[in-house]
């Protein structure tokens, strides 16, 4: 199971932080992502964290800007900073998690079809 928090509403230049909860994986043996989806827009990734914490993957369009991390003494968390937020960050962040490294090429992320456990999603919305 895979469920987000932490989502809500900003100004730009502002931050938030998402959290994801990730349960049903021996010890912390699995790989987790943040995709999003703005609207009338495919979704696409974010970041992506692998089980050892070092292997890290950001769009381009984030990287400076947000920084993935995990909580393996707790196995079970995964979270998103959000630093300098601007308007075309707006969307439903979800979390998605499997036994998986984190590939270095964005094309192995397109559809999401790497990860097969979702969250519902979190709306983040920065606007003015």
Not at 9 to 17: E, K, W, Y
Not at 81 to 104: I, W
């Amino acid at each position: 199971h895979v469920v987000e928090s932490g989502g809500g509403s900003v100004q730009p230049g502002g931050s938030l932080r998402l959290s994801c909860t990730v349960s049903g994986f021996t010890e912390h043996y699995y790989g987790a992502a943040w995709f999003r989806q703005a609207p009338g827009k495919e979704r696409e990734v974010v970041s992506c964290i692998s089980s050892d914490e070092f292997n890290k993957y950001y769009a381009d369009s984030v990287k400076g800007r947000f920084t993935i991390s995990r909580d393996n003494a707790s196995k079970n968390m995964v979270y998103l900073q959000m630093n300098s937020l601007q308007p075309e960050d707006t969307g439903v962040y979800y979390c998605a998690a499997d036994r998986v490294v984190c590939p270095s090429s964005s094309s192995y992320y397109y559809g999401g079809s790497l990860f097969g456990y979702w969250g519902q999603g979190t709306q983040v919305t920065v606007s003015s």
